[in-house]
């Protein structure tokens, strides 16, 4: 079992930027692949960004590219996921996921979740 907790989340206006971290304590985190997801009110839970266990491939949603990117920090034994040119359009709660099960949109485990607000 892998417990993933999600910070940075917030309040920012419109072409602002937020950087979320999704942290375990497992080392196992380290090897697993790891995705970004995004739920807004009243909508389903989309895919926003992957990163390999490696690092070396990233993938991203067609919406959010060119403005966010990912990346792990295995010293820290952290995924960050960088949103910037943030829109009203971008508010959800972002959930972090973990361990792969169909590379890049399902995974294992999730964490709770952390919220980011855009306002226009």
Known sequence: ??????????????????????????????????????????????????????GSSTYFADSVKGRFTISRDKDKNTVNLQMNSLK????????CAAGATTWPNKYRYWGQGTQVTVSS
């Open 1 to 54: 079992q892998v417990q993933l907790v999600e910070s940075g989340g917030g309040l920012v206006q419109a072409g602002g930027s937020l950087r979320l971290s999704c942290a375990a304590s497992e080392r196992a985190f380290r090897t697993y692949a790891v995705g970004w997801f995004r739920q807004a009110p009243g909508k389903e839970r989309e895919f926003v960004a992957a990163i390999s266990g490696s």
């Open 88 to 95: 009203p359009e971008d508010t959800a709660v972002y959930y």
